[in-house]
């Protein structure tokens, strides 16, 4: 079994910055592609940002300039550091990776980390 557990979500006034943390834990034997989504009440969850095995990454034009993503392929982690924040980027933070275990490659979920940006 697979888990992705999130951290680092909070409240930040417009301008600041948060850095969040996934870390995936399980029968992992490989993981493709690790990311983030976001999700506010009455719209469809919406990629952030991911980045691939092999390096490459996409990021939303949204968050160009202001998110970074990265990965530490070693303890299966994956942040998106978020800067120069606002108002809109307030959601609920998923964690998402696309992992490959003994039986199965699929996509796995966290449960969500809540982002508000507010003065």
């Known amino acids: 079994q697979v888990q992705l557990v999130e951290s680092g979500g909070g409240s930040v006034q417009p301008g600041g910055s948060l850095r969040l943390s996934c870390v995936a834990s399980g029968s992992i034997c490989s993981i493709y592609r690790m990311g983030w989504y976001r999700q506010v009440p009455g719209k469809p969850r919406e990629l952030v940002a991911s980045t691939h095995v092999s390096g490459g990454t996409n990021i939303a034009d949204s968050v160009k300039g202001r998110f970074t993503i990265s990965r530490d392929n070693a303890n299966n982690s994956v942040y998106l550091q978020m800067n120069s924040m606002k108002p809109e980027d307030a959601a609920i933070y998923y964690c998402?990776?696309?992992?490959?275990?003994?039986?199965?490659?699929?996509?796995?979920w966290g449960k969500g980390t809540l982002v508000t940006v507010s003065s």
């Open positions: 998402n990776a696309f992992i490959a275990t003994l039986t199965a490659d699929m996509d796995y």
